[in-house]
C-alpha cells in the first residue's frame, strides 16, 4: 500500500527564522512526483513546490526548497526567513502515477511575530 | 479565469435531506476530484474521475455519488445526509495526474 506520513501535527517558529516540515512514504514505484501544498485560514489550497523523482536536484521556489531524499523515501520542505504569511497548514502530497492523489494529515505552522 | 468553480459556499441540510454539489472547470482537464476536510484534518480521497463518462471509488466513497457526463462538469451527490457528512468539499481538476487546480470549497453542515 502507498503510505505518506506527517508526523509533526504542528510546529511553531519565530518570524524570520528557518523551519523544516517533514514527510515521509511508501511506495514501490520509481517515477513519480511530489507536491507541498499550503492552507491559510482563508481555506484556499495553495500549490507550494513540486518535485520529480528522476530528479536530483532539489526544487527551490524563492524562499521554499525540498530534501528530497529518494532511497529513503523522504520529502521535507524548508522555508527560509519565514513571514507571518507563512502560517497556514501545510500538506504533503505524491503522486506515485496512479489517479489516487492522497495527501498527508498536514502540519499545522505557525509563525510568531 | 474562472478555473475551478464550486457551488455552493456553505450550506446547512437536515438529516436524511438529499443534495448536490457542483463543480464546474473551464480548462478541460481530463482528471477531476472529490475531496472532503473534516475540521483540522487532512484531504480525503471521496471519488475522481479521468474522463467524460468514467469514475471510480476514492478513499471514502460511502454515502456519495458522482457523474461525469461533460469534462468541464462533475456533480456530487450526497443521498440521505448523515452529520458524518459534516465536512469541507474541495472539488480539484488536473490536466493530468500531477498538480492540482482547486476550488474554493463547500462548507456543509449536517444537523
Known amino acids: 500500500a502507498q503510505t505518506v506520513t506527517q508526523s509533526q501535527p504542528e510546529m511553531s517558529v519565530q518570524e524570520a527564522e528557518t523551519v523544516t516540515l517533514s514527510c515521509t512514504y511508501d511506495?514501490?514505484?520509481?517515477?513519480?512526483?511530489l507536491f507541498w501544498y499550503k492552507q491559510p485560514p482563508s481555506r484556499q489550497m495553495i500549490l507550494v513546490i513540486r518535485q520529480e523523482a528522476y530528479k536530483q536536484q532539489n526544487a527551490t521556489e524563492n524562499r521554499f526548497s525540498v530534501n528530497f531524499q529518494k532511497a529513503a523515501k523522504s520529502f521535507s520542505l524548508k522555508i527560509s526567513d519565514s513571514q507571518l504569511g507563512d502560517t497556514a497548514m501545510y500538506f504533503c502530497?505524491?503522486?506515485?502515477?496512479?489517479?489516487?492523489?492522497?495527501f498527508g494529515t498536514g502540519t499545522r505552522l505557525t509563525i510568531i511575530p | 479565469n474562472a478555473g475551478v468553480t464550486q457551488t455552493p459556499k456553505f450550506r446547512i441540510l437536515k438529516i436524511g435531506q438529499s443534495m448536490t454539489l457542483q463543480c464546474t472547470q473551464d480548462m478541460n482537464h481530463n482528471y477531476m476530484y472529490w475531496y472532503r476536510q473534516d475540521p483540522g484534518m487532512g484531504l480525503k480521497l471521496i471519488y475522481y474521475?479521468?474522463?467524460?463518462?468514467?469514475?471510480d471509488k476514492g478513499e471514502v466513497p460511502n454515502g456519495y455519488n458522482v457523474s461525469r457526463s461533460t469534462t468541464e462538469d462533475f456533480p456530487l451527490r450526497l443521498e440521505l445526509a448523515a452529520p458524518s457528512q459534516t465536512s469541507v468539499y474541495f472539488c480539484a481538476s488536473s490536466p493530468r495526474a500531477e498538480k492540482l487546480f482547486f476550488g474554493s470549497g463547500t462548507q456543509l453542515s449536517v444537523l
Open positions: 511506495t514501490s514505484e520509481s517515477n513519480y512526483y
Open positions: 474521475s479521468v474522463g467524460a463518462g468514467i469514475t
Open positions: 502530497a505524491p503522486n506515485f502515477g496512479n489517479e489516487k492523489l492522497t
